[in-house]
């Protein structure tokens, strides 16, 4: 279903953390909102690569691998998939991911310091506003030979869990059918709007 205000909440939740970012040296395509659901970005070549950090064992590694749900990763694990819908997006070893010349040695080595500091930086927001970063997915691009963090960071690319209640606020909201998607991605985007208006981090 389309649902536009879906689209802003992500698109708010994405304009929030790429200039956060950027203010920590990590270099994103962010370059400006136009209005609530549009985004100008500097323009990428993708790399086909879901780069997947996880503080907590949730999702596809409780099924794959004898984790208990919720437990405590640390350090993060770092899991990166060739993003391919028709092979399933295949997870890749740092073997792979050379012999298929996706990126160098020394830009994979780039993007998985990037993703730890990201991580770093996202968990300590999230910590503050009472919400546990379980895991999220990011993707990377470049324009000519410079890495930058592309694509979104929203409900729909994190898992995040309420420190309180536990309860999901996002898109497994919808996918497990756990009670009003708009309502849980509402109170993730209002927590981090009202840190603005606090004067931020
Ligand atoms: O989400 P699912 O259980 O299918 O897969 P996962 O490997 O547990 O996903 C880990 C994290 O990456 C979750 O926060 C997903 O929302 C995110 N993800 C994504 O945004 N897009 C994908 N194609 C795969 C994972």
């Not at 790429?18 to 136009?34: A, K, Q, S």
């Not at 500091?117 to 410079?146: C, H, M, P, Q, W």
Request: hydrophobic fraction near 40%.
């Amino acid at each position: 279903m389309y649902c536009k205000k879906k689209g802003e909440y992500n698109a708010s939740v994405s304009a929030y953390f790429f200039p956060l970012l950027e203010e920590h040296g990590i270099p994103t395509h962010f370059i400006r909102m136009t209005d609530p659901s549009t985004m100008i970005v500097r323009k990428l070549t993708m790399i086909p690569l879901e780069v997947i950090v996880r503080n907590r064992a949730a999702g596809s590694i409780v099924k794959r691998y004898p984790f208990e749900e919720g437990a405590i990763l640390d350090p993060p694990v770092i899991v990166i998939d060739y993003k391919d819908d028709s092979r399933h997006d295949p997870m890749l070893n740092d073997d792979l991911i050379l012999a298929l010349h996706l990126v160098t040695r020394s830009e994979l080595r780039r993007i998985k310091e990037m993703a730890i500091a990201i991580n770093a930086l996202l968990v300590r927001f999230f910590d503050s506003i009472g919400i546990t970063l379980v895991d999220f997915k990011i993707e990377f691009g470049k324009a000519g030979e410079s890495l930058y963090l592309g694509d979104e960071i929203s409900m729909d690319s994190m898992r995040l869990w309420d420190m309180t209640t536990g309860e999901s606020l996002d898109k497994d909201v919808y996918r497990f059918d756990k009670g009003d998607v708009m309502e849980a991605y509402e109170r993730v985007a209002k927590r981090i709007q009202a840190t603005v208006k606090g004067g931020g981090q």
